[in-house]
């Protein structure tokens, strides 16, 4: 049997763990995710204004420019190789070539006949979507421009000079020159102006793509808000403090030493196809992941036989400024393994194994057995009638159990010890997380894909003598 226990900490506790967020804010997980322009797919909502200084004639999603306005990322690789070799395996570069994402767009306009159009695309290849080069159907990369392929390249994040609303893509473009950031001291060079933004340096900068919000209100991507309500931004740290990590570098060729940031904008995707820098991508997502939470455990060392065995974890969101999970909840998971075996090697008890297609053994299993202890944290859609939909253009409501900035979740097991066993149990526990479940891939026609990567956030194991 399992409890769950969760709630807010007493107000002591809390501070501590404000206190922990300045000391771990470089373990940090999961911003925003490759699926998020899917789910554009809603209707926009309306605007929220940010402080950010306006542009002259700037591009919004309703205003007809050419793909050759912007400048193709291997246009900026001779003079920042470095950066140009860490996006070149970033989720942004990988945002066009998803093939989740294509296949859910093609699913969303099978449903709804003249819908999706564009807007999917907004951050997804936001050039595409907005010089209409990217049109309503299915996507011929070899019909477009290199720029738009790139999917969110360099001139679509140094070309964003305002903010119209911090949701469904709601930045603003004016293409030219003239390249933004944050530095505010550019070096000039013969090939660009650069102008210091401040707006490069706020986590509204983020949040116009990484949340989203349907025409009805309900926000099925929270990641900035969930952000800003948490008491994190308190401490001074950004999006950008986790997730493009500072280091002593120069941004161009010839440039002065200085701090600068990493362009792998490390969440918690990776590729799912062969894509660069792939193995790296892997291993920076799997230590971002081991860092995102405190993970404690209260185990007994000594157990009677024929009675029960409780195991206590203890999960505590105490190093992440937003939801862990967070991004796309509804289809990343994190659960906790737990087998418990004797001394001969058997099992005895286990949960949060996997199916033979791979699956949690949950509603979604195609198989009979029901794994009633599972710990669980992947959210539900649901429709308006309350039955669930795993198409975000069907949502009217989210349940949503991921675990909340400050929040420390407990959960119980009570694991009944057989009768007549001796010797010891050896119990195994790991915190698991993996960005797909396999029954969506495989109900998009993408089996080939699987098996999707598991990433253990934390283990341990633990031996209990019989007496």
């Not at 200084?53 to 919004?60: A, F, K, V, W």
């Not at 990369?141 to 469904?168: K, Y």
């Not at 060392?301 to 105490?318: M, R, V, Y």
Request: aromatic fraction near 8%; charge should be negative; glycine fraction near 8%.
């Amino acid at each position: 049997m399992i409890t769950i226990r969760a709630g807010g900490m007493r107000n002591q506790t809390r501070m501590r763990s404000l206190a922990n967020y300045v000391l771990r804010l470089g373990k940090a997980l999961m911003l925003g995710g490759s699926l998020l322009v899917l789910l554009v797919a809603m209707v926009i909502v309306g605007c929220e204004q940010t402080s950010s200084p306006s542009s002259p004639n700037p591009i919004d999603s309703t205003s007809a420019f050419k793909a050759s306005d912007f400048e193709p990322a291997t246009s900026c690789k001779t003079c920042h190789p470095r950066h140009f070799d860490e996006w070149s395996g970033s989720m942004h570069a990988y945002a066009l070539q998803d093939p989740a994402f294509l296949a859910l767009r093609r699913v969303g306009q099978s449903q709804y006949i003249n819908a999706l159009n564009g807007l999917c695309e907004g951050c997804h290849s936001p050039i595409g979507a907005r010089s209409n080069e990217i049109k309503w159907g299915p996507i011929a990369a070899e019909d477009l421009s290199p720029v738009t392929q790139e999917g969110i390249g360099c001139d679509v994040c140094h070309t964003v000079t305002s903010l119209s609303r911090l949701s469904n893509a709601g930045f603003l473009l004016t293409p030219g020159n003239t390249k933004h950031g944050g530095l505010r001291d550019p070096q000039p060079n013969v090939h660009h102006a650069s102008a210091f933004n401040d707006l490069y340096q706020s986590s509204e900068y983020c949040g116009s793509c990484h949340d989203l919000v349907t025409d009805a209100g309900l926000g099925l991507e929270t990641v900035f808000q969930e952000w800003r309500k948490s008491g994190f931004q308190s401490t001074g740290k950004t999006c950008s403090d986790c997730h493009m990590t500072a280091y002593s570098g120069v941004a161009a060729i010839g440039g002065q030493v200085r701090t600068v940031h990493d362009h792998r904008f490390i969440g918690a995707d990776i590729a799912l196809i062969d894509f660069p820098n792939r193995d790296n991508q892997l291993a920076k997502v799997t230590e971002m992941l081991r860092g995102a939470l405190t993970v404690s455990h209260d185990i007994p060392t000594t157990i009677t036989a024929g009675s029960i065995l409780p195991i206590q974890i203890t999960l505590t969101n105490d190093k992440t400024g937003h939801d862990v999970p967070s991004g796309v909840p509804f289809i990343r998971q994190i659960w906790l393994f737990v087998i418990m075996r004797n001394q001969q090697g058997d099992t005895v008890y286990a949960s949060g194994q996997l199916d033979a297609n791979g699956d949690l053994m949950d509603n979604h299993s195609a198989y009979p057995e029901r794994d009633h202890d599972l710990f669980n944290t992947q959210a539900t859609m649901m429709r308006a009638d309350s039955s669930e939909t795993g198409f975000p253009w069907d949502a009217a409501l989210l349940t949503n159990p991921s675990i909340k900035p400050g929040e420390i979740r407990i959960v119980d097991y009570q694991i009944p010890v057989p009768d007549g066993v001796s010797g010891t149990l050896s119990i195994e526990v790991k915190l698991r997380f993996r960005s797909f479940p396999p029954y969506v891939i495989r109900s998009l026609g993408l089996a080939y894909l699987l098996p999707i990567p598991v990433i253990d956030m934390a283990e341990f194991q633990q031996t209990v003598t019989i007496q």
